[in-house]
Every structure is written in C-alpha cells, then in structure tokens.
C-alpha cells in the first residue's frame, strides 16, 4: 500500500466512486482503491492510480511528438536553398514550439507527473491533453487584448450570458462539471461570492493550468502559434498568463478536483448548484445520463445551470443527438423546472493572432430540481402514460404501481418482482443481466417489458 496523503479539500464532500466510502486522503479504508494528488489537487477516479499512469504515458507521447516536431523544424533550417525570410520564420516556429513543450512539461512535472511510456496504452486511441491548449489562451490570455466582437471580452460575454439565465443567484455550494482552465469557475465564484466552488475536469494539464494561476498565484507563460499563413497578423505570441486579481482571498473557497463526470466521486445531494459549461456535447456520452448525474448531485430546490452549443462527437449515434427542446424534455422528466432559457450566436476562440473564428450558438437555461416527486399519470393513449420519465431517463425509481399483465414467462416475473418504487430501470437491468443469454442486453429487455405493459394498460383503459 502507498503512503496516504490528505486531500486539501472541503469535509464531508469526497467519497470513493469505486465503494462510496468517504475518503479524507489518497487511500480508501473501504475498497483499498488508491488515488493521488496533482499539484495540491485530489484525483478521483474509479481506475485509481492508473489514471495516473495514463497521464504519465500521455506526457511521454507528448514530449516524443514534440521532440519529432522540433527535429523536423531543425532539419529544415539546415537547408541550403532557405531564404532569409523564411529562415526567420521556421526560428520563430521553432522558439515557440520549444517554449511550448517545455512549459508544459514543467507544469506537468511540478504538479507530480512524470513522462512514463506505459506499454499497455500504445495500442490504445488516446486523447492528446493539449488538444484545449488555446483553451488556455482564450480563458487567460487573449483579454489582455481589445476585442472586435465583444463590449468587453469573450470571457465576461459568457459570465453575462450564464447570469442572464440565472435571476437572483444564489449559489450555495456550486460544482462546475467540466470546468477547463476554470476561468468561468472563477469568474462566477468571485463575482456571485460563493461560499464554496469546486472546479472538475478530467485533462491533467487544464487542471494544472487552473491551480497555478488561481490557488498557487503564479503565472504561466505559453505561446500561441498559427502555421498557416494570414496577412496582417502575426504568426506567432508569448502569452504572459498572471493570476486573476483576489483581493478578499476567495480562492481559499475554490478547490479544484481531478475526476471522471460519469463517476463522480461526490456525495449524492450534496450540492445547490451545478454549472454545466460546453459540456453537453463532449462527453461521449449520453446527455440523459448526463441529467441522471446531475440530478443525483444536486440537492432537492438546488439549481443546475447550462451554457454552451450542441455539437456532438460526429462518433455518437444519431438518435442521441438530442435537440434543445428534447434536452428540455429529458430535465422534465428527470424533475427539473426549466425557468428560464436562451439561444445566443457568438464568435468563438476569437484569438488577436487569428482573422479566423468559428461561430457558434449557444443554448444557455436554468432548471430547479422540484423537492417533490410528479404525480403518476393514469393509463391512458398519451406521452405521460407510454412514456413516463421513469422508462426514458433509467434512473429514476420505477413506481410501485401494479403493472398489469401476463406473467407467463419467469424474466417478466423476476423483472416485476425486483420493483420496490426505490430500484431504477438501469438498477433492476444490472440484476438480472446474469440470468439472460449472452449478449442479450439487459436494459434494452427491460425496457421492452416495461413499453409493452403500458401500452397494454392503455389499451385495456375504459
């Protein structure tokens, strides 16, 4: 066993999401499942520490790229045949993808990470953790810099968008699920004074990058460089990073936490506020799970607060592709309140260095989590009926209702036996996957069940 190290983190919140023991340090006393600490902050993840070593293996990849792209660069200026002018421009090209590469390794390294090639990931599609580096940029750098496209800058337009949703915030203890180099995290805590933030992301170096500039108060440079060619702009910028101002110490109430969103290692209702920013569609996943995680987080009469666009990995399915008004519908059925709502079109990752942008737009909404459970509709030919929320959104606790219907066959029996008005389609789906053929899914069989005995209700309603 590891020697155990206390996490610098608020009490009563952690817990391990392997066996929900409540966790103070790196060890778990319940499962003996160990984590570890990234610059002062705590990474929970139901993998343990070889989520570590994934981080390891991925700065190895990172400084083996880094090292080929420099080499290639460096074989280029050996040239006979290169200009004056482009041989200043492959130095300026050099310069700043070795300040890059050295940058964040060092503030890898300094956070506890070592670069580390781990065999049994190189077969593996891993993602790269700078693929948000101008992220980075856009959260603490490009404001230094007068904007064209906005009154103030990028960073306040998406404060203001978020509180235009939010009349009257009151935060209480608020999460921010994918919170990036936690600019946003930041702005809402210091400008709504939370009692309590904490900022989540699974990327070690967003991570890093946040707890150097809020909670270590020290600045971080990086440089921006664009390989294509635009008339007018320079190619190329060191971005002196300073940490945000914090007169009143507010950052001794901003924690950041390494962990996974489909795992989160939190106490269930132990938030009043859930911020969820350009997070929808980026998880892989699907976002009716997504609100399944949230409304387990949130306490009853607590908030969960969206902004950001509806771009799905083109790998996710179609039929999850939810629109607005279906993401609506699914907080409904999950008990949310959808109070307030906007669409908005920006100009994103609008860089001074860059005559390009995309543009995006931004669906941003309030939603109360309802104290009280909806009344149960009565079986009839309509949505409430045929499609409850309990059989769309497989969290939720079926009710205890009597479902009327042959019982012939023993998987219907088992199935029917196991609803208590606490157990959730997914729930009584892992209990009885056991008993069914090999590759028959359990919560696919379920729901089937389930749709055909309502719409026999329906049917046999007077």
């Known amino acids: 066993m590891t020697q155990k190290c206390e996490f610098n983190f608020p009490a009563d919140l952690l817990i391990c999401p392997i066996c929900a023991t409540e966790l103070t340090h790196t060890h778990c006393d319940g499962c003996q499942n160990e984590y570890f600490i990234l610059a002062d902050i705590p990474c929970v993840f139901p993998s343990g520490l070889q989520q570590k070593v994934l981080w390891e293996h991925q700065m190895a990849m990172m400084a083996a790229q880094g090292g080929e792209a420099l080499a290639s660069l460096d074989n280029m200026l050996q040239g006979y045949d290169v200009s004056a002018l482009t041989r200043d421009r492959l130095e300026i090209a050099y310069a700043a993808m070795a300040q890059s590469l050295k940058s964040i390794m060092t503030l890898l390294e300094e956070g506890g990470l070592r670069a580390k090639r781990d065999a049994r990931f190189d077969q593996a599609e891993i993602d790269n953790p700078t693929e ?5 940029l856009r959260d603490w750098a490009w404001d230094n810099e007068k904007s064209q496209y906005f009154e103030t800058h990028a960073n306040d337009a998406n404060l203001q968008r978020v509180l235009a949703v ?13 919170a990036g180099a936690g600019r946003l995290s930041w702005d809402l805590h210091t400008h709504l004074d939370a009692p309590l933030t904490l900022a989540s992301d699974i990327n070690p170096f967003l991570l890093a ?5 809020i909670q270590e108060r020290r600045a971080i440079s990086l440089p921006e460089l664009y390989t294509y060619p635009q008339i007018g702009y320079s190619f190329a910028k060191s971005w002196n990073m300073v940490p945000p101002t914090d007169e009143h110490a507010a950052r001794k109430r901003w924690f950041a936490l390494g962990s996974d969103v489909w795992n989160m290692p939190l106490k269930e209702a132990s938030m009043d506020t859930i911020v969820t920013s350009w997070l929808l569609d980026v998880t892989g996943g699907d976002v009716k799970d997504l609100i399944s995680v949230i409304a387990y987080l949130l306490k009853p009469g607590g908030r969960w607060i969206n902004t950001g666009p509806l771009l799905y990995s083109r790998n996710l399915s179609f039929d999850k592709k ?14 949310f309140d959808v109070q307030m709502q906007s669409v908005d079109e920006i100009a994103h990752m609008v860089s001074p260095l860059n005559a390009r942008f995309h543009h995006e737009q931004i669906f941003s909404f309030n939603a109360y989590k309802q104290p009280e459970p909806q009344a149960l509709p009565k079986p009839s030919n309509t949505p409430q009926w045929l499609t409850p929320g309990w059989l769309v959104m497989h969290h939720l606790p079926i009710p205890q209702i009597t479902f009327e219907c042959e019982r012939g066959h023993e998987f219907i029996t088992r199935v029917l036996e196991l609803v208590d008005g606490q157990r959730s389609l997914y729930l009584i789906s892992q209990l009885v996957q056991s008993s069914l053929p090999e590759g028959v899914d359990a919560k696919e069989a379920v729901v089937a069940v389930f749709g055909q005995i309502l719409e026999g209700m329906a049917r046999s309603a007077p």
């Open 209 to 213: 990058s946040a707890q150097r500039l």
């Open 322 to 335: 939810y629109s607005a008004e279906e993401i609506i519908d699914f907080a409904c059925m999950a008990g």
């Open 166 to 178: 939010w009349q009257n915030p009151k935060p209480g203890k608020m999460l921010v699920l994918g």
């Open 132 to 136: 948000y580096y101008h992220h980075i």
